[in-house]
């Protein structure tokens, strides 16, 4: 097995219910925040993070995400034509991002089941596995945090952020030992728990380090809820042979598939804009929200 991350999935099959009806049509995973969709920011992230290939895994309806990454040359052309280089190499700069394929999740079988569509391109190696849908603001990226964890375990690793009060029974939460300022050694996860049953509040998020041997662990998992196979029900069994870590991650993580958190990932991305923060601070100003 290599033990260098070097190739990235990400699931994009899913149906985008939360946004409906502008998902009807169109991939969530295409919402734009400000001027660039969700699932760029993370691939950036990939990139930035020392990633070479990436697996997009896709659904019906999803095919925008593969005109987006792909060359455009009528656009590219007439850009040049009006002379607009700038925004013709920020175009192109998209479809050179990095390597890219594709393969389809012909159902939406939960999280477990989009990640095993990544075996063959996966092989022996460990592999990163991102949600679009969690963006991480943060001055190093949120996956090179974690690819530094994995560098000195060797052990699956998964990203988590504190949660306070009630919220934490959104998610799948971890019961872990810190053993390194940030770092924990993982010893149970636990799938949306009432709030007084919480182990810690220290929720997963949407980045994770597996190596290879979670695709028998996925293998191995039985199916919940609507016939879906959960990923935190295959960490779970693999915890079992061998370690995991969680990283507690320096940076803002952003649940921009919820409409409230999309709302609020949009002004702060905005007010970080050299080109847009100035009118658009002075607008918040002014708006009467008493």
């Given at each position: 097995m290599s033990n260098k991350v070097r190739k990235a999935v990400f699931p994009?099959?899913?149906?985008g219910t939360r946004f409906l009806p502008a998902t009807k049509a169109s991939p969530k995973e295409m919402l734009p925040l400000v001027d660039k969709p969700l699932i760029q920011y993370s691939v950036e992230e990939a990139v930035a993070s020392g990633i070479e290939s990436i697996?997009?895994?896709?659904?019906?309806?999803?095919?925008?995400?593969?005109?987006?990454f792909d060359i455009s040359f009528e656009l590219e052309h007439l850009l040049k034509e009006k002379g607009n280089i700038a925004m013709f190499e920020a175009v192109r700069a998209i479809s050179d991002i990095a390597k890219i394929s594709y393969t389809r999740q012909k159902q939406a079988l939960g999280l477990g089941h989009a990640i095993y569509q990544a075996k063959d391109f996966v092989?022996?190696?460990?592999?990163?596995?991102?949600?679009?849908?969690?963006?991480?603001?943060?001055?190093?990226?949120?996956?090179?945090?974690?690819?530094?964890?994995?560098?000195k375990y060797q052990a699956p690793v998964i990203a988590t952020m504190q949660i306070a009060g009630e919220a934490i029974s959104r998610f799948g939460v971890i019961d872990a030992e810190e053993i390194e300022p940030g770092?924990?050694?993982?010893?149970?996860?636990?799938?949306k728990p009432a709030y007084a049953d919480a182990p810690s509040d220290l929720a997963i998020i949407g980045r994770y380090i597996f190596t290879p041997d979670i695709f028998e662990a996925i293998e191995q998992t039985k199916?919940?809820?609507?016939?879906?196979?959960?990923?935190?029900?295959a960490m779970r069994l693999l915890l079992k042979k061998r370690p995991f870590y969680a990283v507690k991650l320096n940076g803002t993580r952003h649940d921009a598939g919820d409409k409230l958190g999309f709302l609020i990932a949009t002004v702060e991305f905005a007010l970080k804009r050299d080109d847009l923060a100035g009118e658009f601070r002075e607008y918040l100003r002014s708006l009467k929200l008493d």
């Open positions: 994009a099959a899913g149906l697996l997009i895994i896709t659904g019906r309806d999803k095919s925008a995400i593969e005109n987006h092989g022996d190696e460990p592999f990163a596995a991102l949600l679009a849908d969690d963006i991480v603001d943060a001055e190093k990226p949120a996956l090179r945090q974690m690819i530094e964890v994995f560098d770092v924990f050694l993982v010893k149970d996860m636990v799938e199916p919940g809820s609507g016939g879906e196979i959960q990923i935190t029900d």
